[in-house]
């Protein structure tokens, strides 16, 4: 197999260049408890959570899964009165390969969203792994889902105008999260924005040996992240898709998708062939490839010209599917 | 985000740089980076304005240039002046400011003065690469050059054709003039800058819309131009605003008339004696006989012996003011019957 990788935006490089000494490529199990002790993600996580005062921001504490503790659900809605009725629902599930980060990681992005959308965002914070293995995450992004359905109206939010959305593995974990509300016939999303979503367990695409040691988030990277998640079943036959939605064989009767990832990465492959495969279910996908994109570009350089387009092609599908 | 948040808030995101921080190396890895994967100006410019956390601006009137970056990375051009607060840097040694970092009401940092610096570097490569060097005058696109100087063009198109040309018409105080070369088209130059080498006639210095009266000028001055030579000797470059009253001849000789009578008279001593025609500018154009003999190389009773010659082939005298007034309108009016 040919291993060049392709090369990265020029922009991207040179940010890449300057944090570098932040985000390395790989992660192994052992560095897990360094990484979190460190800058690393955390600071994806946004400094003004109101956004100078656009948004009313609270903390709530809600029921878990059963038999597990409470979860704790990060509400900002907008301060001013809305003006046409119950506003639509941005359910955010933030990134971090599974073991880092927590309900402000990337909730900017959601933030901007929802100030051009007039919309409430709602973050979940989940257990981590490996403390927490599959499927303490995913059930807990699905009692918030479930509880911020049951409660809009308290949120002054509209349940049937909720839309699911994450980068990375809150990519992963909202794509899982629409198979599960599928399957359990909870509350039904009317979209799904996975953001270069981590999908798959095997690590075994193209593009993951293409970008070993490259970029942000490589295959040791990823490993790790899902031998955290899955243990020694990791890659192995018995997989659930609530945990790796690529191992899902059933795609169809999903909310419409949009999905994003740059072709300098790890995840280009699954995404890609996720984005396909709902398409051959009979589903309604856009799928955005960004040309020389590493692993979540738009959020560690926002400034450059590709990671413009890239926010600029996540609003213009939202807006089109709220229809604001 | 805020030029005074700390580096290490920041760590692992690409935003403006804390001047504390030691940010010098970053900046120089990062345009580095650009250079070598050659980035295009408006990434640059952007990496500028990121890095700084400012918005930054790159003009480059010559090769009509102008790019505006906000800090969240946005491109917004602008189209006022810049300001002279600003940290600016040339993009060649000792030349005019081209890139600013729009920061005021604080010292330029040292991370600003590397940033700009790197940027600048990186700029001129780029512009050595896609554009070429840039051009003596911005005025180099003939259909432009023709619309802007025509007063039969509309005003809007003149005003689009001079902002094409990379002139400022939005800054009332701008001034421009014309150029009539001997060999070439018309062109057209911001009042300060350098003269082109060659024969030209120079329009005085106008608002862009009066170009079309200081072409009409420059060509006249072009007619009060010679080749600089023993066998046409006379100025190459003449400016209209310096001819004055003298600019009326122009309109009563007309070229390739009859030569008046003194006209004739110095053709025929230049056809009889060797010389005589430099000899007879030098002291035309000197202000005594010991300059025009110093301008000719000889000594002063060798002019003088000149002198009588002359006087004796012309008919009228050369050593007293009336005669050398008369001397240079015959040289003057010998220019303007050229064909």
């Known amino acids: ?324 | 985000m805020s030029h005074h948040v700390r580096m290490k808030e920041l760590a692992g995101r690409l935003t403006a740089l804390d001047p504390d921080a030691g940010a010098a190396v970053q900046v120089i890895s990062y345009f580095d980076r650009l250079a070598d994967t050659r980035a295009g100006l408006e990434a640059l410019v952007r990496g500028a304005a990121v890095l700084a956390g400012c918005p930054a601006r790159l003009v480059d009137a010559g090769r009509r240039v102008r790019v505006r970056v906000e800090p969240d990375g946005t491109r917004r051009d602008a189209e006022g002046p810049p300001d002279a607060d600003w940290p600016c840097a040339a993009l060649e040694p000792g030349g005019v400011p081209a890139l600013w970092l729009e920061r005021t009401g604080s010292e330029p940092s040292v991370v600003d003065a590397v940033i700009l610096e790197r940027a600048a570097g990186a700029i001129r490569l780029v512009l050595d690469r896609t554009r070429g060097r840039a051009p003596s005058s911005p005025a180099d696109d003939p259909a432009l050059v023709e619309a802007l100087l025509d007063v039969t063009t509309p005003e809007p198109a003149r005003l689009h054709a001079a902002r094409g040309l990379g002139i400022d018409t939005a800054d009332p105080a701008v001034r421009v003039r014309a150029l009539a070369p001997s060999d070439g088209r018309p062109r057209v130059l911001p009042a300060g800058a350098e003269l082109p080498a060659g024969r030209l006639g120079v329009g005085p210095a106008v608002a862009v819309l009066d170009l079309p009266g200081s072409l009409a000028a420059a060509r006249t001055a072009l007619r009060f131009t010679a080749e600089g030579t023993a066998q046409d000797p006379g100025p190459r470059v003449v400016h209209a605003d310096e001819l004055g009253g003298i600019a009326l001849l122009a309109d009563l000789v007309a070229p390739g008339a009859e030569p008046p009578p003194d006209v004739r008279a110095v053709e025929a001593a230049a056809a009889a004696v060797p010389g005589m025609l430099a000899t007879l500018h030098a002291v035309a154009a000197t202000a005594s006989q010991r300059a025009a003999a110093a301008e000719i190389n000889v000594h002063h009773s060798t002019l003088q012996d000149r002198l009588t010659q002359a006087e004796h082939l012309l008919g009228w005298p050369l050593r007293t003011p009336q005669g050398r007034l008369r001397l240079q309108l015959a040289l003057t009016m010998r220019h303007l019957a050229r064909p």
């Open chain 1, 1 to 324: 197999m040919n291993q060049v990788p392709p090369p990265f935006d020029p922009e991207l490089a040179a940010a890449l260049e300057v944090i570098k000494d932040m985000i390395s490529p790989g992660l192994t199990m052992d560095e897990i408890d360094l990484m979190r002790q460190g800058p690393g993600i955390e600071m994806l996580a946004r400094l003004d959570l109101t956004a100078e005062g656009f948004f009313e921001v609270e903390e709530r504490v809600v029921p878990g899964p059963e038999n597990a503790p409470e979860i704790s659900l990060l509400v900002c809605r907008p301060a001013a009165q809305a003006t046409g009725g119950p506003r639509p629902v941005i359910y955010h599930v933030h990134g971090g390969g599974m073991i880092l980060g927590d309900n402000r990681v990337g909730v900017d992005v959601p933030l901007a969203w929802a100030k051009e959308l007039d919309a409430v965002v709602v973050s979940v914070e989940y257990r981590l792994a490996p403390e927490h293995p599959h499927p303490a995450p995913i059930e807990d992004v699905y009692a918030g889902l479930v509880w911020t359905a049951e409660h809009a109206g308290e949120l002054g939010a509209d349940p049937e105008r909720i839309v699911i959305a994450g980068a990375s593995a809150g990519g992963g974990l909202s794509a899982a999260l629409a198979l599960l509300t599928r399957d359990r016939k909870g509350p039904r999303p009317i979209g799904q924005v996975l953001m270069c979503p981590m999908l798959d367990d095997r690590n075994e695409t193209p593009s993951s040996h293409q970008m070993a040691g490259l970029g942000v988030w490589d295959r040791t990277a990823n490993e790790t992240g899902w031998t955290a998640l899955l243990g020694d079943s990791r890659g192995g036959p018995d997989v659930s898709p609530y945990a790796a939605p690529a191992r899902a064989e059933d795609l169809t009767g999903l909310p419409p998708a949009f999905l994003d990832v740059g072709s300098a990465e790890t995840f280009r492959d699954e995404v890609v062939a996720y984005a396909s495969r709902i398409w051959q279910a009979g589903g309604v996908a856009e799928l955005h490839v960004w040309p020389g994109g590493f692993h979540g570009f738009d959020g560690f350089a926002p400034q450059a010209a590709l990671s413009q387009a890239a926010r600029s092609a996540q609003l213009t599908w939202l807006r089109r599917l709220i229809g604001s």
